[in-house]
């Protein structure tokens, strides 16, 4: 009998997919093992190395600022913070929250409040979040990272805390370096302040291993503009941690953080405490008599005219920066910045307003050198002209076109100063006088000064142009032209334009300190100074380094960059330019008020100088002269000369109040001025915004100024000291 043969379950050509599918199972599996372990080897090692690799950033210590004479204006000081460690705590959750109850009931700060949600939106120890939220968003990020819960705490506060470190395992004392200003608000505007390191600048410090949310950078002040050298380096240690981030050991031997630089200022804080308080002090007196508060905001700033060391700078109102030491309070930035009078901005270098009177050197200058007027010509100055109003030389002169100009004196005289020659056209500061000038009259001066020249030797003076000073936000200032109204006002340029343009009035605009240049290089010769406020950088060890300052791009190199770049340490005095031997003044051919540029160039004859200097003397020695009959430098026991200003002005707060019309118009006072004459070493300007005349508000400032100056050194000079403000 004859069995039959048993089926087959699976047939052959299933057996043979089933072994493809392992074989391309395997292949995947081998394929994918050779990407990893060859192809892509060195990135996964990398990954693996980063995983159990922690660079970490030790933070440099800020350089200190101070003043030319050693003072402390800028300087780090230790603060106190509590933190914890999350991973340090107890175990048990009892033994935790005890510790809790006990440092909140040393510090203040909730054992719990919010949410931990609350805390990631928040800095450290802003107040909010409880202890337990801070403790456990610190668990959740890095177990082994310290958390602040309480900053800036009292010495006594965190001895405690330390006798308590074996009652309280996690919890400690962190030391981290503050920034104190001694003299706060006396010098805020100059020296500046801290903030965070900026969103759109992180990666650029991340890349030079700074550390956001530690380290701080300048945002105003002295403190921005050299913040490269101040800054430091950071130092830096590489090391093994484990899964927890627990640091196991280093890796590579670690970098110590190399300290910023210090930086001396030319500032004399003495110089500098009594400008404040004769310009505050005049500004409170003026206010009270008035009984409103009328003078809102002033300037004074002091200055060597022969070197261009800057000794006083005054910016007033201003405010504490010792409140942005560990953070910008957000309700003081916002009174800050909400304030009309604009504390936060340094009004010295970087608000511009109408100079008035004082900007008549640069008018006189020009006139003289170009021989509108000689020194024995007799211009009648009477109270009031009139003046045909012609916006291109071929219109007509009509009675619709007919415009009055008055003198400053006009109210008190109004047949004006009569017959007045050049010196007395600068001592008496007669508006008519110098309209006559600046735009010609008739056949008594037939053809002007006019624009175009006017603005070249106003450039000359320092005019139109930052100073270079090593500060951040300086302003330009601006002398017009019939180009700038053209293209800026829709109109063209006008013979009245420049008439008052030539008594610094109309768009003329200009910075305290541009008016201080202006005064100083007169004083000085003709020679333009390079202001500055920087005297020295030196290292820890006080060895003096060489620093360069570039004002095309407000930074500082060790090395000069570009033509305009000037060495700022060790301080060397900087002559921009002669205007009596450096061709700066372009050389224009002008008729019927229309100039020509020749492409020629000129210098300024030093006599001229020598005759400006005279007129500003006579201001203060001729019985109607601006400087004394306010009797400010009156009987002075050092010879003084110099110039005053009251500037017509319309601004917002003007307009509010109706009063930019005619024989309405308020006015801002300034006053500069230089002594000795003979060999000058101090030059002065104060302006008060809205004082009213120059003479009577800020003359009386600089003579407080320049007594300070004077008592001062001879203080030094009685002591051996050389050095003095």
Known sequence: MTTAASPSRFQNWRYGTIYVVIGLVFAIFLIRLFNLQILQGADWTAQAEK????????????????????????????????????????????????????????????????????????EACT???????????????????????DCNVGETTAMVVRERAVDWPGVSVEIEPLRDYPTGSLTANIVGFLGPIPANKEQVYRDNDF??????????????????????????????????????????????PVAGKNVILTIDSRLQDAAQAALVGEIDSWNTYYGKIRISSGVVIAMNPKTGEILAMVSYPTYENNRMARFIPTYYYEQLSQDPRHPLLNTAISATFPPGSVFKLSAATGALNEGVITLDKIISAPGEIFLCEKYSPNEPCTDQNQRPFVDWIFDQDPGGFGQIDFLHCIAWSSNVCFYKLGGGYKDEIPEGLDIERLKQYARALGYDQPSGVELLGEASGLIPDPAWKRIN????????????????????????????????????????????????????????????????????????????????SPFVPNVRWDITTDPIIKDYQCKDTYCTDTGLMKTVQSWVVSKIQEGMRLAVMDARGTLHRDTSFLNYPIAVAGKTGTAEYCDDVALAQDRCKFGLWPTHAWTVAYAPFDDPEIVIVAFAYNAGEGASVAAPIVKLVMDAYFEIKAIDIAQGLTGGP
Do not use: C, F
Not at 213 to 237: F, M, N, Q, W
Not at 524 to 530: E, F, R, T, V
């Open 211 to 256: 550390r956001p949310g530690r380290d701080k950078v300048g945002y105003s002040g002295v403190e921005a503009s050299l913040d490269d050298i101040l800054i430091g380096t950071p130092g830096k240690r590489v090391v093994e941690v484990d899964v927890a981030g627990q640091e196991l050991g280093n890796l590579q031997p670690p970098v110590a």
């Open 489 to 568: 006002k829709g109109e063209n340029w006008s013979t009245g334009d420049t008439y008052i343009a030539t008594v610094g009035q109309g768009y003329v605009a200009a910075t305290p300190i541009q008016v201080l240049m202006s005064a100083a290089t007169i004083a000085n010769n003709g020679k333009l100074m390079q202001p500055t406020i920087i005297r020295s950088v030196q290292d820890g060890e006080g060895n003096v380094q060489e620093w360069w300052w570039n004002p095309a791009d407000l930074t500082v190199t060790a090395t000069p960059t570009g033509a305009g770049s000037y060495q700022i």
């Open 51 to 122: 995983n159990h690799t922690r660079q970490i950033s030790a933070a440099p210590a800020r350089g200190i600022i101070y003043d030319r004479n050693g003072y402390v204006l800028a300087r780090n000081i230790a603060a106190y913070n509590i933190v914890v460690t999350p991973a340090y705590l107890p175990d048990e959750g009892s033994d935790i929250q005890r510790i809790y109850r006990e440092l909140s009931a040393l510090t203040g700060v909730p054992t719990s409040q919010g949410t931990v949600e609350d805390a990631k939106l928040l």
């Open 127 to 149: 107040p909010g979040p409880g202890i337990a939220q801070w403790v456990a968003l610190g668990a959740s990020n890095a177990p082994y990272d310290p958390v602040k819960v």
